[in-house]
């Protein structure tokens, strides 16, 4: 008998599906078929070519991916579901696109470009039993990316899979963050610290009414800005507890993730002109309730009522900070109608930040001109509008992207002339200065704003970005583990990773530097700075077929920013030494202006 010749070799096979496709396409055929291929479009494709994946084929919901690494197939996976999250974040349930994945490495039959085998089989039954938004692993992949993946995973025990002769034991990722603000945990396990720290968890809107929802989320948001300017105590940012937003709470769990002593939740209901409010304070240590209270108000009483609830959260647990602080914090603003604006017009920002949608950052400036002009003392507002244009002139939004840091800058001399001892003027004066050139009063403003305010994430976040563009390595890695320490979940955590990221470039320590920018992108898959870091890297590292997948990546979303760097529009870096090292990598892996 004579045995015809195959193609074998040992693959990393990555399946995917949509979760409930049928009844997607039941109730919407187009506009699933359209959601599907935009997603394939602007994040599934892009993200498997970056991690030098091939895609053997694609049927109607799911498609078939083959990697010469488990660690690379694993590492796309976790990029594709964290982006996933990004892009549902306000779409509705009933038509969200979700995919399960499942990985398996094993021996595959190679056949006219299509793989065959069980090592296929095995990775489609894995694929099954996967949640939606999951990543299911074999253990044959798991012992491959253990230590090399900065992921944890729940071991399943042996799963009896459909066709498959023996019991496997497989592995659910532990993707972790499910929002906008997912961010993975890379810093060292971290113990409480030594003065009272207090996590301030989102108020629940009870009412069922929208527009209490920016009054609760407001509520929560101004206790902790009060709170923050106390040195005594460490206080837990905004972006990172309201992460918890909309999501079962374990009060133990959501203090051991936060590493806080204290947890503060509450709720919001209206009742007619009236609204009540609950709070309680939890000792998340034994679980015993501290205080609780309830306050039912005019609606015209609101700011009143916040500060009562402050005054009264400081007055349980620090008994020893004089009360009249809280009475001498001047709030900038006592429209409540402006405030809702203001609250308004960050969420549309978050949104387009996180989609990389300039036409959306267009609508942003638009909203936030329309709060300033219903409250011109509005700092909040007037922050986004900072944020807004310094966007514009980084990815090149907009008609006129040159002219959009001039309109920063010009925000900014507004906030200056409101307060110009805030700690998100100082932040933002800081960073929009040090952009114009301004390199050492840049870096001035913004350590002026850690002094004023030690626990407001954003300030040592910008700060240790500017230290690291000016090749202050040292300093830059310092304060971007200060900002992880501060706010683990915050949303921009990101811009600390690449704060690291540029330092280790800087220091010439490549495999740092990815390790960094790959922790970013989880954050945020768009993130041109990381993407043409990790080009430079793989081209200095003689790994060209990666450097040409992150090009693609990068010329998806932001096809003008290589230009721009090149041309000293978006310098990365300060220093002569280190702007000539990254431009001569991108140059090396085939790139010029």
């Not at 900065?150 to 019991?167: H, R, S, T, V, Y």
């Amino acid at each position: 008998m004579t045995w015809e010749r195959v193609e074998r070799r040992l693959a990393a096979v990555l399946a995917a599906d949509v979760a409930g496709y049928s009844r997607l396409m039941g109730s919407d055929e187009e506009g699933t078929l359209a959601r599907l291929k935009a997603l394939r479009k602007t994040l599934v494709d892009p993200t498997i070519a970056a991690h030098r994946g091939r895609i053997v084929k694609t049927t109607g919901d799911g498609m078939l991916v083959e990697f010469a690494s488990a660690v690379d197939a694993a590492r796309s996976a976790i990029e594709v579901q964290r982006g996933m999250v990004a892009q549902n974040a306000d779409v509705s349930q009933d038509i969200r696109i979700e995919f399960r994945i499942g990985i398996h490495v094993g021996d595959i039959i190679f056949d006219d470009n299509d793989i065959f085998g069980d090592g296929v089989n095995i990775a489609a039954r894995l694929e099954g039993i996967a949640e939606p938004g999951g990543v299911c692993i074999s253990d044959d992949a798991y012992r491959q990316i253990r230590g090399k993946v900065e992921i944890a995973c729940d071991d399943l025990g042996p799963q009896n899979l459909k066709n498959i002769a023996e019991p496997m034991r497989a592995w659910m990722a532990k993707l972790g963050i499910q929002s906008t603000a997912s961010v993975p945990i890379v810093a060292p396990a971290l113990s409480l610290p030594d003065k009272p720290s207090i996590a301030v968890l989102p108020f629940q809107n009870m009412s069922g009414d929208p527009e209490q929802e920016y009054f609760a989320d407001g509520l929560a948001e101004d206790i902790i800005t009060e709170l923050s300017r106390f040195r005594e105590f460490a206080v837990i940012a905004r972006n990172s507890t309201f992460f918890y937003k909309g999501k079962p709470l374990d009060v133990a769990q959501v203090a051991r993730d936060l590493k806080v002593r204290y947890v503060l939740e509450g709720s919001v209901r209206k009742m007619g002109n009236r609204v009540r409010v609950t709070a309680q304070l939890i000792d998340a240590m034994t679980n015993d309730h501290i205080w609780a209270e309830r306050y039912d108000r005019e609606q015209v009483d609101v700011f009143d009522l916040q500060e009562e609830i402050t005054r009264t959260v400081v007055a349980s647990i620090a008994p020893q900070i004089n009360l009249a602080e809280i009475a001498r914090s001047r709030r900038e603003t006592t429209n409540l109608h402006a405030r809702q604006l203001a609250w308004r017009a960050e969420g549309m920002y978050l949104e387009a930040y996180s989609r990389g949608d300039g036409v959306r950052m267009q609508q942003v400036i638009a909203a936030c001109e329309e709060a300033i002009a219903v409250e011109p003392s509005s700092l909040a507002a007037h922050a986004t509008l900072v944020m807004a244009h310094y966007l514009c002139h980084l990815y090149r939004w907009g008609d006129r992207p040159e002219g959009a840091l001039d309109k920063a800058w010009g925000v900014v001399e507004r906030m200056s002339a409101i307060n110009s001892q805030d700690e998100r003027t100082l932040t933002l004066r800081g960073r929009i200065r040090f952009n114009r050139g301004e390199y050492d009063g840049g870096l001035a403003d913004m350590r002026h704003a850690c002094e004023v305010n030690p626990n407001f994430a954003f300030a040592p976040i910008a700060l240790a970005f500017a230290e690291a563009k000016a090749g202050m390595a040292n300093e830059a890695i310092a304060h971007a583990q200060l900002a992880l320490r501060l706010s683990p979940r915050d949303y921009w955590i990101g811009t600390a990773h690449l704060a690291l990221a540029m330092s280790y470039f800087t220091l010439r320590n490549y495999a740092e530097t990815m390790r960094w920018c790959e922790s970013g992108i989880q954050v945020s898959h768009r993130a041109p700075i990381r993407r043409a870091l990790m080009i430079a890297c793989s081209a200095w590292g003689g790994d060209m077929a990666r450097a040409q997948a992150e090009i693609a990546v990068l010329s998806n979303f932001a096809p003008g920013f290589i230009t721009s760097v090149f041309r000293g529009e978006n310098p990365v870096f300060i220093r002569s030494e280190d702007t000539k090292h990254l431009l001569d990598g991108l140059q090396l892996a085939g790139l010029a202006e």
